[in-house]
């Protein structure tokens, strides 16, 4: 019998359990999101569906005009009805904090602030307010340890507060479950979930590899479109974040550039910091210099093989982002 004939069966998979699914070829997608609610807890306006030859149609369409046949695999993403409710006060701050944020980035560059200054209680609620390993995934124990070492990073709380971020969940993505994807902001903060671990579960992927998407996805608090906006903001924090370990590590609050001339985009005022912090031969290469080039023509040409690096670098992130399509 055929899907046109009968029913059709679909497997969901949400957070490492798979529903299997039967329903009629003409059943609508209103009514797989009530079936999923069912099943998950998950509300219809938070869920979030991803499967191959998804096609965009309104929620009284066909679930075959969606693009869902017989035997489709579908991943789930949303959070819980109990999840929700503990993140009504974060909700509520990001209707406010949208329109400072936008407001500020169309400003331009904003002064760097001493990384010595007290923060006040009231930006105590600029953090992660809950971090969450997958269960299901092996060595959980060491997938907390990590999130818990992001969600603490001095450079992150830092820039979290400046910028007056808040993040409901702290979580990982599972590479079998969705292994494009590097990393997933869900509704401009109520979650964020980061790719953790290698392809192979053996082992986990590097700090700083992961901190980089992570500043990547709290870029989308603010702007959801991967558009100039985005990626202003988005070197912004990178610079940021490697201003304030230079600073930390120097032991002062002076965070002027010696040597270089005052940069004309985020990105390069993003690879200043770089090189500045020793950063250079890591994310530049070796950028090749003859032996009469003078210390700024040396400086130029390791600024513009860091530039690149940089680059590319974001070029791959947004490639293997899953925010801009929610």
């Not at 949400?14 to 099943?39: I, K, M, N, V």
């Not at 969705?178 to 579960?201: E, F, S």
């Not at 990547?216 to 201003?243: C, I, M, P, Q, Y």
Request: net charge neutral; hydrophobic share 35%.
């Amino acid at each position: 019998m055929t899907a046109q004939d009968g029913e059709i069966t679909i497997t969901v998979s949400h957070r490492g359990t798979a529903h299997p699914l039967s329903l009629l070829p003409d059943s609508t997608l209103a009514y797989l999101h009530q079936r999923l609610e069912e099943l998950t807890s998950v509300p219809p306006s938070n869920q979030k569906l991803l499967y191959k030859g998804k096609k965009s149609v309104p929620e009284d369409a066909a679930i075959l005009d969606a693009g869902l046949k017989d035997g489709s695999k579908v991943q789930l993403i949303g959070p819980t009805a109990d999840e929700l409710g503990g993140l009504k006060a974060v909700e509520s701050e990001h209707q406010r904090k949208e329109r400072i944020l936008r407001e500020r980035a169309q400003k331009g560059q904003v002064k760097v602030r001493s990384t010595g200054r007290a923060f006040p209680a009231s930006d105590a609620q600029y953090t992660f307010h809950r971090i969450e390993p997958l269960p299901h995934l092996p060595n959980p124990a060491s997938a907390r340890e990590l999130l818990t070492r992001l969600a603490n990073d001095p450079a992150i709380r830092h820039v979290m507060r400046k910028h007056q971020f808040a993040v409901g969940v702290l979580t990982e993505l599972a590479p079998h479950e969705q292994p494009h994807l590097l990393g997933l902001n869900v509704n401009a903060g109520q979650a964020i979930k980061l790719r953790l671990r290698t392809d192979r579960y053996d082992g986990f992927r590097t700090y700083r590899e992961v901190r980089r998407v992570l500043c990547h996805e709290l870029t989308h608090n603010v702007w959801g479109d991967h558009d100039n906006n985005f990626k202003e903001l988005n070197s912004t924090l990178n610079r940021e974040v490697a201003e304030f370990e230079r600073a930390e590590a120097a032991g002062t609050h002076h965070l002027a550039a010696p040597g270089f001339e005052s940069p004309h985009s985020a990105l390069e005022a993003e690879a200043q910091e770089y090189v500045l912090g020793g950063g250079a031969h890591t994310l530049g290469g070796a950028a090749s210099s003859g032996a009469a080039d003078s210390p700024e023509e040396r400086r130029r040409k390791i600024l513009a093989a860091t530039m690149s690096r940089l680059q590319k670098e974001e070029e791959e992130m947004e490639q293997r982002c899953g925010t801009e399509a929610h």
